[in-house]
Structures are given as structure tokens and as C-alpha cells.
């Protein structure tokens, strides 16, 4: 298995306070991602980032932010959490490109804002 | 914009019995496709994945997928299916025309009765 660990695995918090999410990695890839997960959804590409400080935003990045400053950390943040983002956060990793290369999934970060 | 529908949300079939998924993308250049699978409880698994060559593709656990450019569709299938194959599989799309990206379908969750 690939070594993603996502932490924490399960979160309550309150609409309004911040909120981070991490993603640990030690297989040394380049590209990581974050998504959400939400039912007749399926996953949706939160951020991503391609390198150490490079980031780009993915189809659902209103309300996030995310920050790499080591290759094996990519932590997404919710500045002010509101009820539409409770779902279940997944982090992913990839040695190519990810729309060409296998995404290795971490277990997901289940989040419930109330 | 791409996309990628699975028009199943729900599919039961007996243990033993074969197995067809369903993914429909839109696309306006080449795409590489995905299949992956979720345990409950669990991240992606990549089941296989298609970037070019023979249409018919072999991958983990005894699925197969093909691909049909003139019907833009990667449907997915087993001939003979195990209980341990109650899960959710979601079919991916992505191309290098979209840049460093996955879209993903709403996802099929296949029950297995026995």
C-alpha cells in the first residue's frame, strides 16, 4: 500500500471556526491532490498541487485553500468552515501527471460540520 | 468541459453472475480511462486503465474493460462475480488537453446477493 496517512481521520467542528486537513506521504511523489466525496457526486478535485509551493486550483476550490511547503505534506484548509462542506475529504498522490498516472488514495478524513 | 456519467446508481446482481458497468464520458480529445473501486469505509483502488492500443483491457481482480471511441464509452466487466466485489466503482477520465486532472463519475454501488 502506498504510504498516504490522512490526518485526522474524523472531525466535528462548529460553522465558522477553521479547520486543516493533512496529508502525509512517504513515497516522494511529485503530484498530490485533494478531493471531496459526496454521494451522486462521486470525487471532485478540491486543489492539487504539482511541486513544493505550486498549486492549482480544481473544479470545487471556492471556500479552500491548501498549502505545500515540503514534498511529502499537503494540507487543505477551510478558513471558515459552513455546513456544505461536511463530506468525506480524500487525499491522493501520483508519480506522473494524474491523468495519466494511477492517483494512490489515502483513507479519507470524514468531516462534519455543524 | 469533460465529463463522465455512469448512469447506474444501484446495481444488484447474484454471486456468480456476469457483471457490466456503465461509463459514458464527453470528450473532445483523446482520453485516458479509469475504473476504480471503494470498499466501504476505504480510498480508490485502481481496477485498470486504458491510454491507448488494443481497446479491451485487462485489469486486477478479474475485470475488463473496453473502450469504444464510437460510443464514448469505457464500460466495465467480470464474468463471474464474487461476493467480495459488493462496492463502489467510479469511472475516471482525464487527458493531457485538460491538464493535471481526474473527473470522476457519480460512481455505480454494486450489491451482490447470494
Known amino acids: 500500500d502506498a504510504g498516504i496517512t490522512q490526518s485526522p481521520r474524523h472531525k466535528v467542528t462548529e460553522t465558522g471556526t477553521p479547520v486543516t486537513l493533512r496529508c502525509h506521504q512517504t513515497?516522494?511523489?511529485?503530484?498530490m491532490y485533494w478531493y471531496r466525496q459526496d454521494p451522486g457526486h462521486g470525487l471532485r478535485l478540491i486543489h492539487y498541487?504539482?511541486?513544493?509551493?505550486?498549486?492549482d486550483k480544481g473544479e470545487v476550490s471556492d471556500g479552500y485553500s491548501v498549502s505545500r511547503s515540503k514534498t511529502e505534506d499537503f494540507l487543505l484548509t477551510l478558513e471558515s468552515a459552513t455546513s456544505s462542506q461536511t463530506s468525506v475529504y480524500f487525499c491522493?498522490?501520483?508519480?506522473?501527471?494524474?491523468?495519466?498516472?494511477?492517483?494512490?488514495f489515502g483513507e479519507g478524513s470524514r468531516l462534519t460540520v455543524l | 468541459a469533460q465529463s463522465v456519467t455512469q448512469p447506474d446508481i444501484h446495481i444488484t446482481v447474484s454471486e456468480g453472475a456476469s457483471l457490466e458497468l456503465r461509463c459514458n464520458y464527453s470528450?473532445?480529445?483523446?482520453?485516458?480511462l479509469f475504473w476504480y473501486v471503494q470498499s466501504p469505509g476505504q480510498g480508490l483502488q485502481l481496477l485498470l486503465k486504458?491510454?491507448?492500443?488494443?481497446?479491451l483491457v485487462q485489469g486486477i481482480k478479474g475485470f475488463e474493460a473496453e473502450f469504444k471511441r464510437s460510443q464514448s464509452s469505457f464500460n466495465l466487466r467480470k464474468p463471474s462475480v464474487h461476493w467480495s466485489d459488493a462496492a463502489e466503482y467510479f469511472c475516471?477520465?482525464?487527458?493531457?488537453?485538460?491538464?493535471?486532472?481526474?473527473?470522476f463519475g457519480a460512481g455505480t454501488i454494486l450489491r451482490v446477493k447470494s
Open positions: 513515497e516522494n511523489h511529485r503530484y
Open positions: 486504458y491510454f491507448s492500443g488494443d481497446t
Open positions: 470528450y473532445g480529445a483523446t482520453p485516458y
Open positions: 498541487s504539482y511541486g513544493v509551493k505550486d498549486t
Open positions: 475516471a477520465v482525464g487527458a493531457l488537453e485538460y491538464g493535471n486532472k481526474l473527473v
Open positions: 491522493a498522490i501520483s508519480d506522473r501527471q494524474g491523468n495519466t498516472g494511477e492517483l494512490f
